[in-house]
């Protein structure tokens, strides 16, 4: 029996654990999750039904790490806006309106292990992205668990935001200059880099060697930008991070390509699967709040500097990323000087 027969048997319990947020516990098709960590709903594009891949190959080589992106107006693409101090909620704020509704509606993922995953015994969204929510939703309503969840997709992130429909975005959200022009982001909260999942048995060790190879990213993200640069490599898009391990374990890929936090995530999940080759990308992760909103960026970073200052950063990395990706590296150091 061969190695990739061997893991089919796992590929059944291993989709459903993945998927069962997404289609188990939901009553009906819906995104809201109107009760914090215990609503109940999905995307419908988190089925695996609306991602039937089309390949397409890949143009000129690309494996080197980007070097920091600089914008238009000569600022770094991680640049934010000060926080000027401690988070406050200020008469007539956005989080005053926030406050006032009762709830933070945030954008995330339902389907990526370790960052933002329902947890199939009890059905709540759990990771380390939705941790970040939570200290927002602390500090302004003084609840974490004050959120209402909308699950969306990789190609989602600008759209609920631009059209004000969720309040902020944690979705392993790379900041750079194109997003700025659409939405606003927080100071840098964590820096991940771009690797590649391959099956325990491939010869496979980074993208020199991926020539002829059908590799997975999802859509609307900059991992499937990039992976269409490499030269000879079949890019397959998906519709999520989900679908991708799905193709993968029924053997329509060869690989996975993306943030080491996600492909982390995978590897727990697949004991036949391991993450390989040096990072060729930065990623930022920011979280992404609507661009008409700056008292909003600022509470955020904020927050964000709170959380790194009172230990909350460090706890929430080791819990849930430290298996996978080792001890805690020091949090990124924000970087300020942006205006509205």
Not at 252 to 274: E, K, M, N, S, W
Request: charged content about 20%; overall charge negative.
């Amino acid at each position: 029996m061969s190695m990739r027969t061997a893991r089919r048997p796992l590929v059944t319990a291993l989709v459903a654990l993945a998927l069962v947020g997404v289609t188990a516990c939901a009553p009906q098709p819906t995104t809201e999750l109107l009760t914090g960590t215990a609503g109940l709903g999905s995307s419908a594009q988190e089925s695996t039904q609306d991602a039937a891949p089309q390949a397409r190959s890949g143009g000129a080589a690309s494996g080197a790490v980007t070097a920091p992106q600089d914008c238009a107006d000569g600022r770094p693409a991680v640049a934010s806006m000060d926080p000027g101090g401690s988070p406050e909620v200020t008469s007539g704020s956005t989080m005053a309106a926030i406050r006032e509704r009762g709830a933070l509606r945030v954008g995330v993922s339902a389907d990526t292990l370790l960052m933002g995953s329902r947890n199939p015994f009890n059905g709540n969204i759990e990771g380390f992205d939705i941790d970040v929510a939570r200290q927002v939703a602390d500090a302004i309503l003084g609840d974490p668990d004050a959120i209402q969840f909308r699950v969306i997709t990789s190609g989602d992130r600008e759209g609920v935001l631009q059209e004000h429909e969720v309040d902020i975005v944690t979705r392993a959200f790379t900041i750079n200059c194109d997003r700025w022009e659409n939405i606003a982001f927080s100071a840098e909260y964590y820096h991940s880099g771009q690797k590649l999942l391959v099956p325990s048995t491939s010869d496979v060790t980074g993208i020199d060697d991926l020539a002829g190879k059908r590799v997975c990213a999802p859509d609307g993200t900059t991992t499937l930008e990039r992976l269409q640069e490499w030269e000879g490599v079949e890019a397959v898009p998906a519709a999520t991070h989900t679908t991708c391990l799905v193709l993968f374990q029924q053997g329509a890929v060869d690989a996975i390509t993306g943030d080491d936090t996600v492909l982390a995530g995978f590897a727990a999940q697949d004991p036949y699967a391991q993450v390989v080759g040096d990072a060729v990308s930065d990623e930022p992760y920011g979280v992404g709040i609507p661009a008409d909103q700056p008292d909003m960026v600022r509470f955020v970073n904020g927050v964000l500097e709170d959380m790194v200052s009172g230990g909350q950063w460090e706890q929430s990395y080791d819990r849930w990323l430290g298996d996978a990706l080792g001890p805690a590296p020091a949090a990124p150091q924000p970087v300020y000087g942006r205006t509205p």
